[in-house]
Every structure is written in structure tokens, then in C-alpha cells.
């Protein structure tokens, strides 16, 4: 079992839509919980963190976390062709060692 | 604000031959740095990481190491390149109250033939 699993993709979702990325973890001891942006040939760029149980809005952005489930959801609003890429969630359990997961690949149709 | 610097931004090199990249990060002072590895469709893999000056902890054995001569500086190098070793290498920092935060290279996409 890995890590940290993501569904590879690609979702495809009409322009203005919700996105829906879903994230599962298999160490319970993980603390922090991160969605990652990147662009094809470019490195990663921080969107999201979420610490505890319940949602996070950040304007378009909500993460979502369950522990008690070991998921990590992201949800974008109103998606834009520019949301087009791959979305890499990422657990950490307290020490220098940040798990990420392969990435879910977005594409956003106008 | 703080901005971290990764150089080159691609690099070919052939089998056996030796690799210097190189990251320095801007704007903070005792940052914590990370050297990743991304393989084609795969997650990002932490190699090493160094909490201070000549602090270096690797994660995965291999003919990879690291060195941080100065505070933000951190360096990653091989002797003799193997075709495995092909990939996108990414240099990440975070502070040391940043709740593990990840701030990232642009990222060198290293080719070994």
C-alpha cells in the first residue's frame, strides 16, 4: 500500500465547475496535510494546508480532512482553464519527512 | 520575502560523469533544506535534508550526496552519474516554525546518456 494515494487522472472538468481531488493516507499519525499545485515542467507551488479535522476555505480553495478516515479532499470552485494541472497532496507526521503522493492531473475545458 | 534559487535549470550529462546542482535561498536565516526527486508520472521522493551548517540526513541510499557549506546554501553532487539517477531534482526549503511547509525550486531536469 502506498503512502499516500491519489488517483492519477486526468479529471476533467467543464470551466466553472467544482473540482473534486481526493487524497488517502495509511499512517495514522500524520499531523499535517498539504495540496500542492504544478504546472507541467514546473516545480511545485504550496495552496494548501489543513491541520485538523473539518474544512479550510482559502478563496476557490477548500480542503477537506478526516482523520478518522485517512482522506484529504481539495475542492475548486468555479474552475478556470488556467486550475489545468497536476495536484499533488502531501502528509507530513511531525518530523522533516514529507510524503507526497503521484499527483492528480486536472484539466480545465472552456 | 523570501525567494529560494536553483541552478541549472536543465542538464545533460553522460553515464559516469560527476553532478553538481546547486540552491541557495534568500530573505531567512536557518532555514531547513530539502533536495527531492521527481521520476517521470511519479511522487516527489525527499533524498536529503539539513537543518543546519554541515547538518546533512539522507533518506534513501544511493551515489547521491549533499553538502550545506553555508547557512543557505545546499549542494547536491555525484561522483559517477548512473541512468537511474535520471529525473527532475528539486531543492525545497521550509523555516523551522513553518509547520513543515515546502517552498520550492524552480527545479533542475537532469538527463544522464
Known amino acids: 500500500q502506498k503512502e499516500v494515494e491519489q488517483n492519477s487522472g486526468p479529471l476533467s472538468v467543464p470551466e466553472g465547475a467544482i473540482a473534486s481531488l481526493n487524497c488517502t493516507y495509511s499512517d495514522r499519525v500524520s499531523q499535517s496535510f498539504f495540496w500542492y499545485r504544478q504546472y507541467s515542467g514546473k516545480s511545485p507551488e504550496l495552496i494548501m494546508s489543513?491541520?485538523?479535522?473539518g474544512d479550510k476555505e482559502d478563496g476557490r480553495f477548500t480542503a477537506q480532512l478526516n482523520k478518522a478516515s485517512q482522506y484529504v479532499s481539495l475542492l475548486i470552485r468555479d474552475s478556470q482553464p488556467s486550475d489545468s494541472a497536476t495536484y499533488l497532496c502531501?502528509?507530513?507526521?511531525?518530523?522533516?519527512?514529507?510524503?507526497f503522493g503521484a499527483g492528480t492531473r486536472l484539466f480545465v475545458k472552456a | 520575502s523570501q525567494t529560494i534559487h536553483q541552478w541549472p535549470a536543465t542538464l545533460v550529462q553522460p553515464v559516469g560523469s560527476p553532478l553538481s546542482l546547486e540552491c541557495t535561498v534568500e530573505?531567512?536565516?536557518?532555514?531547513?533544506l530539502y533536495w527531492y526527486r521527481q521520476a517521470a508520472g511519479r511522487g516527489l521522493q525527499l533524498l536529503f535534508y539539513?537543518?543546519?551548517?554541515?547538518?546533512i540526513s539522507s533518506e534513501v541510499p544511493q551515489n547521491l550526496s549533499a553538502s550545506r557549506p553555508q547557512d543557505r546554501q545546499f549542494i547536491l553532487s555525484s561522483k559517477k552519474l548512473l541512468l537511474s539517477d535520471s529525473g527532475f531534482y528539486l531543492c525545497?526549503?521550509?523555516?523551522?516554525?513553518?509547520?513543515?511547509?515546502?517552498?520550492f525550486g524552480s527545479g533542475t531536469q537532469l538527463s544522464v546518456l
Open positions: 539539513s537543518v543546519g551548517i554541515g547538518q
Open positions: 502531501a502528509v507530513n507526521r511531525g518530523g522533516f519527512k514529507t510524503i
Open positions: 489543513i491541520y485538523s479535522n
Open positions: 525545497a526549503w521550509s523555516s523551522r516554525t513553518g509547520r513543515e511547509k515546502l517552498f
Open positions: 530573505g531567512t536565516s536557518n532555514p531547513n
